[in-house]
């Protein structure tokens, strides 16, 4: 099984110019359980199906499989998700000789946009673009499965 070892941050700036492609992304969960998580994804009209497990203690790795799936059973799934559905662009962004991925949410958790990069292992040093604001890697409420259940709409108000 594959490990992701990811960094995630706010934005302070704008990234747009330098985007490359976006992609509309609905995903729900079937499980968000603090051990792991299931979540079905279309990622356009390609579907998958991904299970995580929870992270280390900085909140930077974790397991995950994932596997493709027919878009149909995928709109099956997402009816049976619990929870909110996340609803976002996500937008490539090279910099740095690395892959940044900006989610620009909307439905339940507009108003949030997170930048994250994708690692080979906890080690690869990154450079940060000046767009990218505050880290919030391990922070619970940041996680896509968190979003589902407590969407950004409702925890942004009370801070």
């Not at 110019?17 to 609905?26: K, L, M, N, S, W």
């Not at 799934?77 to 989610?103: A, F, S």
């Amino acid at each position: 099984m594959a490990q992701e070892t990811e960094r995630k941050f706010l934005l302070a700036g704008d990234f747009r110019p330098y985007a490359v492609e976006a992609i509309p992304i609905t995903q729900g969960y079937l499980c968000t359980d603090p051990e792991r998580t299931v979540r079905v994804r279309m990622r356009g009209e390609v579907a998958y199906l991904t299970i995580k497990s929870a992270p280390d203690e900085r909140g930077w790795s974790r397991y995950e499989f994932e596997q493709q799936i027919p878009a149909a059973d995928a709109r099956e799934l997402l009816g049976m998700c619990v929870g909110n559905r996340i609803e976002k662009v996500r937008h490539i962004v090279p910099y740095g000789g690395q892959t940044w991925e900006v989610d620009v949410f909307s439905g339940a958790n507009e108003g949030l946009v997170v930048a994250e990069v994708e690692l080979r292992d906890e080690n690869e040093p990154i450079q940060l673009p000046e767009w990218v604001g505050r880290e919030v890697t391990g922070d619970a409420r940041y996680y896509n499965s968190a979003l589902s259940v407590r969407p950004y709409k409702e925890w942004a108000r009370r801070g």
